[in-house]
């Protein structure tokens, strides 16, 4: 269920939901689940074998969706407002989920208020997904690992290069190509006069990044 003006699960959420469940990624792990909208991959994390499951999201009808669905799932959650790790600050997860906004927009100015700040990312779509790719390592242990969905429109070897600049191992393991759903075909001419979409293009690739904090004493 979802609240009105909360991010619906769509191919990206279970684009990273089936790769989290195919690698056993967060089997008796600790999971932050950051962004977590509805609380679908929060809830995914649970069914599929997490020790506990923590999910953040700046949005108070998002917190108390995922709330909600916790409880109608029988997921045991622990749901907190807040922006991206501000919640967990001093706290360190084994895993950490991250399905954030990658839509590219018109200005760089992000939507507070309203439901777009859950697809909206500025020009380059990049807005959130630098921000977690800078703070990253503050919430993995060593050998934990981040895995983040977003489209190729914003920049697979950009967030590449972000995550080993923190010194982490990149790579990405899983595509899906994704027909344009309700915000990419309203969006669709204006990307295209960008160079951003081809004439006539309706799907855009989905990548999941799996990046890993190396275990103390080995190298990146």
């Given at each position: 269920?979802?609240?009105?003006?909360?991010?619906?699960?769509?191919?990206?959420?279970?684009?990273?939901?089936?790769?989290?469940?195919?690698?056993?990624?967060?089997?008796?792990?600790?999971?932050?689940?950051?962004?977590?909208?509805?609380?679908s991959?929060?809830?995914?994390?649970?069914?599929?074998?997490?020790?506990?499951?923590?999910?953040?999201?700046?949005?108070?009808?998002?917190?108390?969706?995922?709330?909600?669905?916790?409880?109608?799932?029988?997921?045991?959650?622990?749901?907190?407002r807040?922006?991206?790790?501000?919640?967990?600050?001093?706290?360190?997860?084994?895993?950490?989920?991250?399905?954030?906004?990658?839509?590219?927009?018109?200005?760089?100015?992000?939507?507070?208020?309203?439901?777009?700040?859950s697809?909206?990312?500025g020009?380059?779509?990049?807005?959130?997904?630098?921000?977690?790719?800078?703070?990253?390592?503050?919430?993995?242990?060593?050998?934990?690992?981040?895995?983040?969905?977003?489209?190729?429109?914003?920049?697979?070897?950009?967030?590449?290069?972000?995550?080993?600049?923190?010194?982490?191992?990149?790579?990405?393991?899983?595509?899906?190509?994704?027909?344009?759903?309700?915000?990419?075909?309203?969006?669709?001419?204006?990307?295209?006069?960008?160079?951003?979409?081809?004439?006539?293009?309706?799907?855009?690739?989905?990548?999941?990044?799996?990046?890993?904090?190396?275990?103390?004493?080995?190298?990146?």
């Open positions: 269920m979802r609240l009105p003006g909360t991010y619906p699960a769509q191919g990206d959420t279970f684009l990273l939901a089936r790769t989290v469940r195919e690698r056993g990624s967060v089997v008796d792990r600790d999971v932050l689940d950051v962004g977590t909208g509805g609380g991959l929060a809830v995914a994390a649970v069914r599929a074998g997490a020790r506990t499951v923590t999910a953040v999201d700046i949005s108070l009808r998002s917190v108390l969706t995922a709330r909600l669905n916790g409880r109608l799932h029988r997921a045991p959650l622990t749901v907190l807040g922006d991206l790790f501000a919640p967990v600050a001093g706290r360190a997860f084994d895993v950490v989920l991250a399905n954030p906004p990658y839509v590219p927009a018109a200005t760089d100015a992000l939507p507070r208020h309203r439901p777009g700040r697809w909206d990312a020009r380059d779509g990049r807005a959130v997904i630098d921000r977690i790719c800078a703070g990253i390592t503050d919430v993995l242990v060593p050998g934990g690992r981040l895995l983040m969905v977003h489209s190729v429109l914003a920049g697979e070897e950009a967030t590449l290069e972000r995550l080993r600049a923190q010194g982490l191992r990149a790579d990405v393991v899983a595509r899906a190509d994704e027909p344009f759903g309700p915000v990419m075909t309203a969006r669709a001419d204006e990307l295209r006069a960008r160079g951003l979409l081809a004439p006539g293009q309706t799907h855009e690739e989905l990548v999941v990044v799996e990046a890993v904090r190396p275990p103390a004493g080995e190298a990146a």
